[in-house]
């Protein structure tokens, strides 16, 4: 097996990959029933199913010998951007739709964003109180 064989396996097994993530996500998201849960199934396409199909392309034209130094720092760039801009986008999505107060599914669970709601007695509400444990 020659480099570019391999290579281009290597490179069609990430871009599926890849790929793979996105079927499944647009699956979760079709299956999803209020905006917050949506929001929260685009992570694996955009976290792990993007760096895949770029890095799956790199290994692809490094094995054909096609790639530049120019074109690694793209790709690298574009990762990373990539994370970022996907985290960003997430969390305004997310807040935006908590902030338009449409009706959620019984199964998501609230969070205790004041002034919106409050959680109810019982539900765990952040790291436990160092005061308590000196009464």
Do not use: C, W
Request: charged residues 15%.
């Amino acid at each position: 097996m020659s480099a570019a064989t391999a290579g281009a396996l290597v490179a069609g097994v990430l871009m599926l990959t890849g790929s793979l993530f996105y079927a499944v996500t647009a699956i979760g998201m079709m299956r999803a029933r209020d905006a917050i849960s949506r929001v929260n199934n685009l992570s694996p396409a955009t976290g792990a199913g993007l760096p895949l199909i770029i890095l799956g392309a790199v290994i692809h034209r490094l094995s054909h010998g096609d790639l530049t130094v120019l074109d690694g720092v793209k790709a690298a760039l574009a990762i990373g951007a990539s994370l970022v801009v996907s985290s960003v986008a997430s969390n305004m999505l997310g807040r935006a739709a908590y902030r338009s107060q449409s009706v959620l599914d019984p199964r998501t669970l609230s969070n205790a964003l004041e002034p919106y709601d409050e959680l109810p007695s019982g539900a765990v509400e952040g790291p436990p109180d160092p005061e308590a444990d000196d009464r």
